[in-house]
């Protein structure tokens, strides 16, 4: 039996696929009536139905009826305010869900790969990091290096039998 939270502590949620609304009225703590009536203000709860015509959450309508009671009981929120609240909360999910992946398909940043790089100032050489370069003709430096360093290794590759 998983826990989840609720705004007074956490209520457990038996490992179940399918929830009646006796049994989620007993675990939200709340009135079926309320429950029905949630379902018309929150689109996100979406219960299926049964033959019968009765309803059957799920674990996420479940998870997610806590939510709310937690947000219009403890935190005394409006159910407008509420709704905009689950609203928030599902960007900042789905915006931290997707940064890595999108991480991955992008592939490693140049900047990542070269992390380090040799300018040559005035006679002096002296390591720095690409991003800290304000000036133009420095991050021109840059480039033509990386220029000719893969010139050298396009040649080298060219070389091999």
Same mark, same amino acid.
Not at 92 to 110: F, L, N, V, Y
Not at 115 to 144: D, F, N, T
């Given at each position: ?51 019968s015509g009765q ?19 403890? $935190?005394?929120?409006? %159910?407008?305010?509420?709704?905009? @609240? ?8 789905? &915006? #931290? ?40 003709? $420095?991050?021109?430096? %840059?480039?033509?290096?990386?220029? @000719? ?8 590759? &060219? #070389?091999?039998p």
């Amino acid at each position: 039996m998983e826990k989840a939270r609720s705004g007074r502590g956490e209520v457990p949620i038996p490992n179940k696929l399918y929830f009646r609304i006796g049994e989620v009225s007993d675990l939200v703590g709340v009135k079926p009536y309320v429950l029905r009536y949630w379902e018309s203000e929150f689109p996100d709860i979406k219960p299926s139905k049964s033959k019968s015509g009765q309803r059957l959450y799920k674990r996420r309508d479940v998870e997610m009826l806590l939510r709310i009671k937690g947000l219009l009981y403890d $935190e005394r929120f409006t %159910i407008n305010g509420a709704r905009k @609240r689950l609203k928030d909360w599902a960007r900042a999910e789905t &915006r #931290d869900a997707s940064e890595p992946a999108q991480a991955a398909e992008e592939g490693p940043r140049q900047l990542d790969v070269f992390e380090m790089h040799e300018i040559e100032e005035e006679g002096e050489r002296s390591p720095r990091r690409p991003e800290a370069q304000s000036a133009p003709r $420095e991050s021109s430096k %840059i480039l033509v290096k990386i220029r @000719r360093d893969l010139e050298t290794l396009l040649n080298l590759v &060219r #070389d091999e039998p």
